[in-house]
């Protein structure tokens, strides 16, 4: 058990039943029409997913997000903070607003972000850890998760940088780094789950 960002596809995006993103994403196009722009419709299949063709996302929250938060407090203003951190829906797309949605049977509404908004953010707080090159790319069945368990553990006492210090801070940022280019580069929602 955990939490989880993950990508869905077309069929779970589309699905109404009770494991499906269907309420969600009727509730998003409703919003996008309000606003004046069209439905989010081009959801890639799940098919396209195939696990371990780092076209699927997965990762699992799991380790303390202090160090993280007290990165962004420093390197963020609150606004940016709660983009970066608060949504529990990331869309490929851009929005001038976040948009607020009821979510499975939560008694508040949770946060739909733009990726083309979280990922500057992102970067800003990568280049302030200065992230090594050798963290992974994409994040299909808990690649990154297992490199910091591991290879950054490894690699970390040879290099110089922040990202040193804290491993735990570090995790996150990349996470937040490759969910938001995960789905730019996919066109695909990532879920909080």
């Known amino acids: 058990m955990g939490v989880y960002l993950v990508s869905v596809g077309a069929e779970e995006w589309f699905d109404t039943e009770e494991d499906g993103w269907g309420e969600v994403a009727s509730g998003i196009d409703a ?6 722009l069209p439905p989010y419709e081009d959801v890639p299949p799940e098919a396209d997913f195939a696990p371990g063709s780092g076209q699927a996302f997965e990762e699992k929250l799991a380790l303390s997000m202090t160090g993280f938060l007290a ?3 420093t390197h963020l203003s609150r606004e940016e903070s709660e983009i970066l951190c608060g949504w529990t829906v ?11 949605l009821p979510i499975e049977s939560d008694d508040h509404e949770s946060m739909v972000a733009g990726a083309p ?9 990568a280049a302030a850890m200065d992230m090594p090159a ?14 910091f368990r ?8 040879a290099r110089t940088g922040p990202w040193t210090q804290d491993l735990d801070a570090a995790f996150y940022v990349a996470l937040f780094l490759r969910a938001a280019q995960h789905s730019i580069r996919r066109g695909c929602p990532i879920v909080c789950t």
Do not use: M, Y
């Open 71 to 73: 990165l962004c407090e």
């Open 134 to 147: 050798e963290t992974p790319a994409t994040c299909d069945n808990l690649d990154l998760s297992r490199w």
């Open 150 to 157: 591991h290879q950054a553990k490894d690699l970390a006492p």
């Open 117 to 125: 908004q979280v990922l500057p953010l992102a970067e800003k707080l």
């Open 31 to 36: 919003e996008l029409r309000r606003r004046g």
């Open 90 to 100: 990331l869309v490929p797309f851009s929005l001038d607003e976040e948009i607020w």
